[in-house]
């Protein structure tokens, strides 16, 4: 990433998470409440996320991928045990484990709004690829040529081109442009048992990842689209696209 690219995204990063909590801190306490008494239990969600790639090698036959690792804050949308008895696992459309105020604020991304403050702490930006899960990451960077290149020389964001583009989970919809490449892009052997699987909806959302982070070596480019989806997601959170 070139330094003025650098420079004028961490600008923005601290300018807009700033404004971003002033204009939404109102807005929290009532939020806060929403989800005690829809679920008793913790209000926020701190879980260790996979940040920029540092390397990725292939001695001997093995394959090592290394992320840095922070914390990730979200306002709970699950139930407190959600789980217990299937360990780390993605969330997917209609998870049962999802309450009724998470899926709420699951549709309009509000739950990500505590990450304003990991965005002015340094570990997070307002626009990248959505955080993976450590060890989720290494299963899909396993199983989706090229999926961890998403995150190589950049951080984290809270919304990015796939979140504005796709629905919760890199869902796209009948009429996106996208859907037209869909039957090269999914299940391309036509395999019965594979059909809706959610690696299918990452491999999408891993192409619009790379789409961003190659915006980011020219500064023109990179401006144009960061402030677009800037932009753009307002507009998802009123229409409640998110899934």
Known sequence: MRLSVRLTKRAID??????????????????????????????????????????SSTSNGTRSIQFDEFHMHKFRTMRPDAERYTGPVL?????????????????????????????????????????????????????IPFFEERMRDVKPGITGLAQVTLGYTGRFGARSEIA???????????????????????????????AYTTSLEKWSAFFAMEMRIIARTPIVMLRGVGQ
Request: proline share 9%; hydrophobic share 45%; glycine share 6%.
């Open 91 to 143: 969330a997917e459309a209609d998870d049962p484990r999802i309450t009724r105020v998470g899926r709420f604020l699951r549709k309009t991304r509000l739950d990500e709004l505590p990450q304003l403050f990991d965005v002015l702490r340094g570990t997070m930006s307002l626009v990248g690829p959505r955080p993976e899960r450590p060890e989720l990451l290494q299963q899909l960077a396993f199983a």
């Open 14 to 55: 601290v300018v807009g998470s700033a404004v971003g909590l002033a204009f939404f801190a109102p807005l929290m306490p009532v939020i806060a409440a929403a989800i005690y008494v829809d679920s008793p239990g913790p209000i926020l969600f701190r879980q260790k996320r996979a940040g920029k790639l540092l390397r």
């Open 180 to 210: 037209k490449l869909a039957h090269s892009l999914q299940n391309p052997f036509q395999l019965p048992e594979a059909d809706g699987a959610l690696a299918d909806d990452m491999r999408i959302k891993l192409l619009y990842d790379l």
